[in-house]
């Protein structure tokens, strides 16, 4: 069965750091390229951050360039989002996405809460 489980969301005052973790279990993990989205309240999901299988291109969207860390750990099946310098714009439900390019099989977790108070 797969399944993404995403852990580490928090509550934290503006420029405070989180690091969300995301564990993949019943697939390949080391076979699909893995993002981060994240979804504010009444705004649509947007892309946070990206990373090839092999971890070694990553992709940032140009809010959390600087900012955002995403790095991943295929023998632990895992990957993370460490988040710096947090700003209040940050808070959403973050979410978990893994992509197999060769097949088109995509999979969400369930997502992490991110609140970010000024």
């Known amino acids: 069965q797969v399944q993404l489980v995403e852990s580490g969301g928090g509550l934290v005052q503006s420029g405070g750091s989180l690091r969300l973790a995301c564990a993949a279990s019943g697939f390949t993990f080391r076979y699909y390229l893995t993002r981060w989205y994240r979804q504010a309240p009444g705004k649509e999901r947007e892309l946070v951050a990206a990373?090839?299988?092999?971890?070694?291109?990553?992709n940032y969207a140009d809010s959390v360039k600087g900012r955002f860390t995403i790095s991943r750990d295929n023998a632990k099946n895992t990957v993370y989002l460490q988040m710096n310098s947090l700003k209040p714009s940050d808070t959403a439900l973050y979410y978990c996405?893994?992509?197999?390019?060769?097949?088109?099989?995509?999979?969400w977790g369930q997502g992490t809460q991110v609140t970010v108070s000024s």
């Open positions: 990373i090839t299988s092999g971890g070694d291109t990553t």
């Open positions: 996405n893994a992509f197999r390019t060769t097949t088109g099989v995509d999979s």
